[in-house]
């Protein structure tokens, strides 16, 4: 069993920064690859970027340049780095863990762990 607290949400503005955090417990962390995910008002939850157990990431294409995605198993956490953050970057941000090996992450139905979410908003 892994347990997932995300933190460092909050309210910005447009242009503005934060850095999630999201803090693991239980089984191994070192092993999962961790992805965050945000879902909008009356959207569909959706990929933003995933980091392997050996750090290659994978980020999606409207957010490259933008969001950095980065770990420290030594703290047992992940981290999103969001800059120059837009209103419709407001959403729900989840963390999730996924045990398995595979060439993509960006698939949410395959992690077998998920945060409550932390709630970013962006003011224009």
């Known amino acids: 069993q892994v347990q997932l607290v995300e933190s460092g949400g909050g309210l910005v503005q447009a242009g503005g920064s934060l850095r999630l955090s999201c803090a693991a417990s239980g089984r191994i962390f070192s092993w999962y690859a961790m992805g965050w995910f945000r879902q909008a008002p009356g959207k569909e939850r959706e990929f933003v970027a995933a980091i392997t157990w050996n750090g290659n990431t994978d980020y999606a294409d409207s957010l490259k340049g933008r969001f950095t995605i980065s770990r420290d198993n030594a703290k047992n956490t992940v981290y999103l780095q969001m800059n120059s953050l837009k209103p419709e970057d407001t959403a729900v941000y989840y963390c999730?863990?996924?045990?398995?090996?595979?060439?993509?992450?960006?698939?949410?139905?395959?992690?077998?762990?998920w945060g409550q979410g932390t709630q970013v908003t962006v003011s224009s």
């Open positions: 999730a863990a996924d045990f398995g090996r595979r060439d993509s992450y960006r698939d949410l139905s395959n992690y077998d762990y």
